[in-house]
């Protein structure tokens, strides 16, 4: 064998090799991936609250955490707009492809929340701690299904996400997920199914902004 097809064999061989590695490690891109990718942000629902008075001007920030994991964690925080330092909700979303396709959005809240208000904006925070600092709201996985290109929707099931919120039995989201915007319909229902809190009209819309 010639010098020449003896280095064209090992650069081949080399170039293989590395492709297998980045394989075996995870770094291609996966569906998880993109979808995180296109739920980290800013948003507020500014515009729709100037179009329509029954919706306030509510700011969500969601930003990935503990990324040096295998798994796909987004902290989530929403507040009124002028109150954006005493957030009315705080969550962190796990991300897990089930084997039907289907994205499930694990629902989890903090058993001390006051300690990350505001910590989207320094996500490095949370490395500190690890998952002991959060309890899963069973029954509250929103389930989400690709619908187009980077457009996904999808619900909780059911009544099974317990809720006493002002009076209610159980708690629905509906949500639709792009690379623009996120609309949410989250409602409170009592154990008559009827209507206790939330939006009655329709889904919050929230604008990307960053």
């Known amino acids: 064998m010639s ?6 064999l090992y650069s081949f061989s080399i170039l293989l090799f590395a492709s297998c590695n980045l394989t075996k490690k995870g770094n291609t891109p996966s569906e998880l991936d993109a979808l995180q990718s296109i739920m980290t942000g800013s948003f507020n629902s500014q515009l729709q609250s100037e179009q329509d008075s ?6 969500l920030h969601m930003y990935p955490i503990w990324t040096q994991s295998d798994k796909h964690f987004l902290y989530v925080e929403q507040a009124i707009f002028e109150a954006q330092d005493r957030p009315y909700r705080q969550r962190v979303y796990a ?5 039907n396709g289907i994205i499930e959005s694990k629902v989890y809240e903090f058993n001390e929340p ?3 208000i505001g910590k989207w904006a320094d996500p490095a925070f949370f490395d500190s701690y690890d998952e002991s600092i959060l309890s899963e709201r069973t029954g509250c996985s929103v389930f989400l299904k690709k619908v187009a290109s980077q457009t996904y929707e999808g619900s ?7 809720s006493s919120l002002r009076g209610a039995s159980y708690a629905t989201s ?20 009827k209507q206790v809190w939330g939006a009655v009209e329709g889904p919050y819309i ?3 902004l960053k």
């Open 3 to 8: 010098t020449v097809s003896k280095i064209i």
């Open 54 to 59: 029954n919706y306030y001007n509510i700011s």
């Open 95 to 99: 991300l897990a492809k089930e084997s």
């Open 114 to 116: 006051e300690t990350f």
């Open 156 to 162: 909780t099931e059911g009544k099974a996400c317990n």
């Open 174 to 193: 509906v949500v639709r997920i792009n690379k623009d915007k996120i609309t949410s319909w989250d409602q409170g229902f009592n154990s008559d199914d």
């Open 206 to 208: 929230f604008d990307k």
